[in-house]
């Protein structure tokens, strides 16, 4: 049924193609048939690319609360001047994600390049927390946010129960992780549908505006940059609550080695998909202050429905619909990408060795998704989804501005390395110095739950040392680690 896959590890923590060690037996005859590669299929074409990043970006945040930032910015004006920054600084971090995709053409994202980078020890704490924690209980927070939204046309009168929530969000996972291990095409396809109803879900808000500003419905506007002060720590929060709105960008480098023509179509889909998300983030913004106005904002616990029923009457109903449907879209984006880490980093010897086998038939990283089901249960009816995700938010930004880093390392380190496409040293130096001083920020504005996150990831080492390092293990834990 799995097949381990075809490549060979070496010590540097680069591999080799190499063929698999079984062989298929020939229907025709009694000879053993040659040995065959059995490795992941190059099935993510540019369209398939775009619609991973736009579809793991364009979550729920947009459209039920984006007033973290307007809170902590104070006025309309720079709140709109917030999202659009963080629409360029986004776009600076995939593009230096760009140029590490088409240099190093291996999946696995953070963890391949900080491997390459920087060695085993932080490439492993990097994907330790990413299995344990952090993808669990991201997975669940946007799975609860589908259940929530997919069950509000049944609930119009009453509280919808937090039991059915969880039961329904549950069979989405579920049905997310099917999707996922069965074929990587339906999974590419479904997500470019989910896509574009994300889109359209989009264009359903920014039209109505767009005509509004035409009626010359702009009272909104006036004095845009007047309103409360923001405080010395509001400005960076706000810049924080964005780049959060924007984070999934670097999805498509999971899967570097399933995309067609990485060379050319990674920086196409990446340019192509920050450009439409940031111009769609901002004037999905700029339509809800057409109606609603800044305050209002601020007391409104869904911004896109409050927007629909003033303007949309009983259409209004369809955006709870929509928000399901992108919800779920950022499921399957995510964990059809960052099911790639854990198969690259059982391939390096870094997960237990099945995670790094594939359906010889459907040719998918099978035990690599499903061990997040378990794994994001627990999370889904036990675990205090919002401290977890509070705890290791640093982290997030900790380990990218360390890729970023990288990069601007392996330019002095690797200075023959072929560069397909290559950005300004400005902009990964500009990138990696934000990161940090988001990760700074966190220390300051909430050393307790960054010091417990930062704790939680320091496990990582002695996880190191004992699975990985640790030579004269007893044949029991061995075997329980498929070695």
Request: aromatic residues 12%; proline residues 5%; glycine residues 8%.
């Amino acid at each position: 049924m799995f097949r381990k896959a075809a490549v060979t590890t070496v010590s540097n923590g680069s591999y080799l193609q190499g063929r698999s060690n079984g062989r298929l037996p020939s229907m025709d005859s009694g000879q053993p048939a040659q040995e065959e590669k059995v490795v992941l299929k190059k099935k993510v074409t540019l369209l398939r690319g775009i619609s991973i990043i736009i579809g793991t970006i364009i979550g729920a945040g947009i459209f039920i609360s984006p007033k973290g930032i307007l809170k902590n910015t104070g006025s309309v004006g720079m709140s709109l001047t917030v999202w659009t920054v963080c629409g360029i600084l986004s776009l600076f971090g995939a593009l230096c994600y760009a140029e590490l995709g088409t240099c190093i053409k291996k999946s696995g994202g953070h963890y391949t390049y900080i491997l390459e980078a920087f060695g085993p020890l932080p490439a492993f704490v990097r994907v330790w927390v990413e299995l344990l924690i952090i993808r669990p209980a991201a997975t669940a927070v946007i799975s609860l946010a589908f259940g929530r939204y997919i069950l509000e046309p049944f609930f119009m009168q009453c509280e919808i129960p937090e039991l059915a929530i969880k039961l329904i969000t549950a069979v989405g996972i579920t049905l997310v992780m099917v999707l996922n291990s069965t074929s990587v095409s339906w999974s590419a396809r479904i997500q470019i549908f989910l896509t574009f109803c994300k889109l359209v879900a989009i264009l359903i808000i920014i039209v109505p505006g767009v005509m509004q500003l035409i009626k010359g419905e702009t009272q909104h506007f006036k004095n845009a940059f007047a309103g409360n002060d923001a405080s010395v720590m509001g400005l960076p929060l706000a810049f924080y609550s964005g780049m959060y709105a924007y984070s999934g960008w670097f999805y498509l480098n999971f899967v570097t080695e399933e995309v067609e023509n990485p060379e050319k179509n990674i920086p196409l889909a990446i340019c192509i998909s920050m450009i439409i998300v940031t111009v769609g983030y901002v004037l999905t913004n700029v339509a809800y202050f057409t109606t609603i106005s800044a305050g209002e904002l601020l007391l409104s616990k869904a911004v896109a429905v409050t927007f629909a029923e003033r303007l949309m009457g009983n259409f209004s109903l369809a955006v709870p619909v929509f928000v399901a449907l992108s919800c779920f879209g950022s499921m399957n984006g995510g964990i059809f990408a960052v099911s790639r880490m854990f198969f690259v980093a059982s391939r390096e010897g870094h997960l237990p060795e099945i995670l790094s086998m594939i359906h010889v038939r459907k040719h998918t990283p099978l035990p690599a998704v499903i061990v997040l089901h378990p794994l994001t249960m627990i999370m889904l009816f036990n675990g205090d989804l919002y401290s977890l995700l509070n705890f290791l938010s640093f982290a997030r930004w900790l380990f990218i501005g360390l890729v970023v880093a990288g990069l601007i390392y392996l330019r002095y380190k690797r200075p023959d390395m072929p560069r397909p496409f290559k950005v300004p040293l400005f902009i990964p130096a500009l990138f990696s110095f934000t990161c940090l001083f988001m990760v700074a920020l966190s220390l300051y504005s909430d050393p307790v739950n960054t010091g417990i996150g930062f704790a939680i990831t320091l496990t990582g080492v002695p996880a190191y040392y004992l699975f990985i390092v640790w030579d004269k293990k007893p044949r029991w834990f061995r075997k329980l680690l498929g070695k």
